[in-house]
Nanobody, 126 residues
């Protein structure tokens, strides 16, 4: 079992920055891929970014490439999502997820992640 707790969401103006965090506990994350997804009402969860716990390979959705950065602190079991140049369309609930044994082609698909946090709201508005 893996428990995930997100924090750091809030309100920010367009063009601003925000960093959200996800603290993981429970089983070892050695073979995990950690992902960030977001969701708005009436829509499916959208892949944003992911990182391999071992090795640190990163993956991004085209919509956030160059603006968002995913990273992890293996000593503290924390995954971060640094969000810069935020736009109103980035407004959503952001979820942290963990999955094991996910191949590269499956990284963007939420069904391959077994554990989810409760989500944190990010609002971008002037």
């Amino acid at each position: 079992q893996v428990q995930l707790v997100e924090s750091g969401g809030g309100s920010v103006q367009p063009g601003g920055s925000l960093r959200i965090s996800c603290v993981a506990s429970g089983r070892t994350l050695r073979n995990a891929a950690m992902g960030w997804f977001r969701q708005t009402p009436g829509k499916d969860r959208e892949f944003i970014a992911a990182i391999r716990w071992s090795g640190g390979s990163t993956y991004y959705a085209d919509s956030v490439k160059g603006r968002f950065t995913i990273s992890r602190d293996t000593a503290e079991n924390v995954v971060y999502l640094q969000m810069n140049s935020l736009k109103p369309e980035d407004t959503a609930v952001y979820y942290c997820a963990a999955g094991f044994g996910i191949i590269v082609s499956s990284i963007p698909y939420s069904r391959h992640y077994d554990y989810w946090g409760q989500g944190t709201q990010v609002t971008v508005s002037s």
